[in-house]
């Protein structure tokens, strides 16, 4: 557990960019504070936590139009 932890500390206090995809929640939520949502009609990108990213309305109103859910 604590190399997890220094290894998401360095990722989080690195200061260029990292462009990663991961399945762990907790991961993305601990590392990530913009998420860019790749869609077949267009991009959502957000600086936000990614918890903050899957509860925020405004997300979920710009997911219904970019995968054309109704």
């Known amino acids: 557990m604590e190399s ?3 290894f998401n500390n360095n990722l ?5 960019n990292i462009l990663f995809s991961s399945h762990d929640h907790e ?3 601990t ?5 860019i949502e790749l869609t077949p009609n267009g991009t959502i990108d ?7 990213y899957i509860h925020d309305e405004r997300v979920k109103e710009l997911k219904e139009q ?5």
């Open 27 to 29: 991961f993305i939520n």
């Open 31 to 35: 590392v990530a504070n913009r998420i």
């Open 4 to 6: 997890i932890q220094a």
């Open 46 to 52: 957000k600086l936000m936590t990614y918890e903050d």
């Open 66 to 70: 970019l995968y054309g859910n109704s």
């Open 12 to 16: 989080k206090a690195f200061r260029g």
